[in-house]
């Protein structure tokens, strides 16, 4: 398990990371999310020692972190920084062998790579000649290929077409399938939603939420859709009851508590049929904005 304790990072007198701690547990994906400017980069880069923190520190199985662990971990950071006119097979090669792979070993898992990201075809062309979202598949090799201990991946889906995506996500499982710690960051949260297993949200340099999906959906208010004919205007007016939308018989709410769900129910049996009464999972991103506002 990768555990972050009390990150800090300030660059003058802002506070970019501010006393941050999470676990990225041994084969789980763990979704990193915030808006743009929350901390995410500046917290891999410290995890990674690409940045020094102000203040606290990053463990592996409760052992700091030491320049040699890290150089086995797969690191895919915001800036891409390949070589645009290297041959693609050579460079992998190259970078493999950085991660401490024999030439023929770093040859055969760039080769397998390539081919699972369909570029088997495209070993010899430079980097620079591929689009961009073939350059980023380059990228997730390089940053996958050494069979790494540890995943520290900054925005890896993005620029990905479906294709790709898939691709990365069935890497993802492979590797958290053999125990590897997999942090990834993202804002696309209906995909942070499928993959993940825990979430870390980060706003302002803080971490406001942490824990599984379902975790967070408990902290949010749960809502309730009640299609009651011929019409549910009527509960506009009953209290403890925060109306969200009606439309017709349709109904979205709010309870204060669960008595005034149980009221509810009865006023609408009372008053015509009910065809149903029931809680709202809300999408992550929903979640996500109630957590933020
Ligand atoms: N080298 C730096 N010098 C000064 N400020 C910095 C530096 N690096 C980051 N910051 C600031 O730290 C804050 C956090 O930035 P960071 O890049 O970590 O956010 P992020 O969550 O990754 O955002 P995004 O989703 O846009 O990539 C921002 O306000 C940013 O401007």
């Given at each position: 398990m990768?555990q972050v304790r009390?990150?800090t990072?300030r660059?003058?007198d802002?506070?970019?990371?501010?006393?941050?701690?999470?676990?990225?547990?041994?084969?789980?994906?763990?979704?990193?999310?915030?808006?743009?400017?929350?901390?995410?980069?500046?917290t891999m880069?410290?995890i990674?020692?690409v940045?020094?923190?102000?203040?606290?520190?990053?463990?592996?199985d409760?052992?700091?972190?030491?320049?040699?662990m890290?150089?086995r971990?797969?690191?895919m950071p915001?800036e891409?920084?390949?070589?645009?006119?290297?041959p693609?097979?050579d460079?992998l090669?190259y970078l493999?062998?950085l991660?401490g792979m024999s030439?023929?070993?770093?040859?055969?898992?760039?080769?397998d790579?390539?081919?699972?990201?369909?570029?088997?075809?495209?070993?010899k062309?430079k980097l620079?000649s591929?689009?961009?979202g073939?350059q980023q598949r380059?990228?997730?090799?390089?940053?996958?290929?050494?069979?790494?201990?540890?995943?520290?991946?900054?925005e890896?889906?993005?620029?990905?077409?479906?294709v790709a995506?898939?691709?990365?996500v069935?890497?993802?499982?492979?590797y958290?399938?053999?125990?590897?710690?997999?942090?990834?960051?993202s804002?696309?949260?209906?995909?942070?939603?499928?993959l993940c297993d825990?979430?870390v949200?980060l706003?302002?340099g803080?971490m406001?939420?942490?824990?599984?999906?379902e975790?967070?959906?408990?902290?949010?208010?749960?809502r309730h859709r009640?299609i009651?004919h011929?019409?549910?205007?009527?509960i506009r007016?009953e209290?403890g009851?925060r109306?969200?939308?009606?439309?017709g018989?349709d109904?979205v709410?709010?309870?204060?508590?669960?008595?005034?769900?149980?009221?509810?129910?009865?006023?609408a049996?009372?008053?015509?049929?009910?065809?149903?009464?029931?809680?709202?999972r809300?999408?992550?991103?929903?979640?996500?904005?109630?957590?933020t506002?």
């Amino acid at each position: 398990m990768l555990q972050v304790r009390s990150l800090t990072r300030r660059f003058g007198d802002k506070t970019a990371v501010d006393d941050v701690t999470f676990d990225v547990p041994s084969g789980k994906m763990t979704g990193f999310v915030g808006a743009n400017g929350a901390g995410k980069t500046t917290t891999m880069r410290m995890i990674m020692g690409v940045l020094t923190p102000s203040a606290g520190e990053v463990l592996m199985d409760d052992v700091p972190l030491t320049a040699k662990m890290r150089s086995r971990f797969g690191y895919m950071p915001e800036e891409r920084g390949l070589y645009p006119k290297q041959p693609i097979l050579d460079q992998l090669v190259y970078l493999g062998q950085l991660h401490g792979m024999s030439q023929n070993d770093a040859r055969s898992s760039a080769r397998d790579m390539l081919e699972r990201f369909a570029l088997a075809d495209r070993t010899k062309d430079k980097l620079e000649s591929l689009s961009l979202g073939n350059q980023q598949r380059v990228q997730i090799i390089a940053s996958l290929m050494h069979r790494p201990t540890a995943l520290i991946l900054d925005e890896p889906f993005s620029g990905l077409d479906p294709v790709a995506v898939d691709s990365m996500v069935e890497l993802l499982r492979d590797y958290t399938a053999q125990g590897v710690p997999v942090l990834f960051s993202s804002h696309q949260l209906d995909l942070v939603d499928r993959l993940c297993d825990n979430l870390v949200v980060l706003q302002q340099g803080r971490m406001i939420a942490s824990g599984t999906g379902e975790d967070l959906r408990a902290r949010a208010a749960t809502r309730h859709r009640i299609i009651v004919h011929p019409d549910a205007g009527w509960i506009r007016e009953e209290t403890g009851v925060r109306v969200i939308d009606v439309a017709g018989p349709d109904a979205v709410v709010e309870f204060e508590d669960d008595a005034a769900g149980q009221r509810l129910l009865a006023a609408a049996l009372s008053r015509g049929t009910v065809e149903q009464f029931s809680p709202i999972r809300p999408s992550l991103s929903e979640i996500y904005r109630e957590v933020t506002a």
